[in-house]
């Protein structure tokens, strides 16, 4: 599989986003929505097809155009989604979970109604502190399958890279100032 990918790269073929990211914004904060496209490892599909609990752990990261100042963070957080098979009901119970807060729960009939809610959470809404709302945004976000460590000291993740996207401020408050 290395070598493919190396190939691939090597060829100028562009392999397509694993994570679609769209973001808009309102006067006083920004609605995130994304879909992870590339298939789940194997391991979280066969634990998902056997009943067992899977989570998906989704970073946030929002940043604004500072001048003068090093830390551009507006907002960092971390979006987890769940879902597992309650046997008494038959049904998949499912979750998102915003920074330690169940955001919003649901029942799925099937396996695959849980993969879509695992890989296609409801949209997150990110209040703006007031000096940031008029600043350009930049929102950041990843799917992380796994993680752990090497030799037990080293971090390691299985994950997506990074999506992206830039928000420009509103004309509506530009016009304001």
């Avoid at 500072?66 to 046997?87: K, M, P, Q, Y």
């Avoid at 940031?132 to 992380?144: D, E, G, Y």
């Avoid at 796994?146 to 299985?158: E, K, M, V, Y």
Wanted: glycine fraction near 4%; hydrophobic fraction near 45%.
């Amino acid at each position: 599989m290395p070598f493919v990918l190396v190939l691939l790269l090597a060829t100028g073929i562009a392999l397509p986003d694993p994570l679609i990211l769209a973001a808009s914004r309102e006067p006083a904060a920004v609605e995130v929505s994304f879909r992870l496209v590339t298939p789940l490892p194997e391991d979280l599909s066969a634990a998902l097809d056997s009943g067992a609990e899977v989570r998906l752990s989704y970073p946030f990261r929002v940043k604004a155009k500072r001048r003068g100042w090093w830390d551009r963070r507006v907002w960092s957080g971390e979006l987890v989604t769940i879902a597992a098979f309650d046997a008494i009901t038959g049904r998949f119970r499912c979750e998102v979970i915003l920074d330690g807060i169940i955001t919003k729960s649901s029942e799925a009939e099937s396996a695959e109604e849980a993969l879509r809610w695992l890989t296609t959470p409801p949209p997150v809404r990110i209040e703006l502190p007031e000096e940031r709302r008029q600043a350009t945004l930049k929102i950041r976000v990843r799917a992380v399958f796994s993680s752990g460590t090497t030799w037990l000291i080293f971090p390691t993740q299985d994950a997506t890279p990074w999506a992206e996207t830039a928000l420009e401020p509103l004309p509506e408050l530009a016009d304001a100032l």
